[in-house]
């Protein structure tokens, strides 16, 4: 009994897999039965092709995780859904504001050039070591975390209020 009702464009996905609860150890090292981590940011759902990916996984043949052990099960469970899932979803790729940093959502212009202008006046400082340069990345410093504090205050203050209207919101947060 589904505890909500079936949604027809997200069917629920329901599979049964049956273990040897017989724990075998792996002596060679080279030999490992972890999934292996993609490197990519992540994947786009929203841009995902579901029909493809629901047959797609309905065309598995599971009968030969029951033959296998637990890792090596578990390892060919994310073999074929991690395969289905890269080909019809497509990978996130985050835009870079530059090449070495990768900015909050709720930082803007104003405090991502403030702190370009921080970090120059530390390295000023640093090559220098005057006492005025110092006071004047310190000022910058302190007054980069009051904008940062304060927009993220309100970044978090318009999503808590977005909830509802806009769940995506949310978990676009986390």
Known sequence: MPLVPVDAYHPPLEISVSTNTRLRRQSDSAGSATPEINTFVGWNFNKADFLTLYSLIAAVDWTSLYELDLEMSLEYFYKIMNSAIDDCVPKKKRSRVNSRYIYPEWYTVEI????????FLHKRYKASGS??????FAQCRTKVKKMIGLAQEKY?????NQMLKDPKSFWKHY
């Open 112 to 119: 991502i050039r403030d702190i370009r202008f921080k970090a």
């Open 131 to 136: 006492k005025t340069d110092y006071e004047a």
């Open 156 to 160: 978090q203050q318009r999503v808590q």
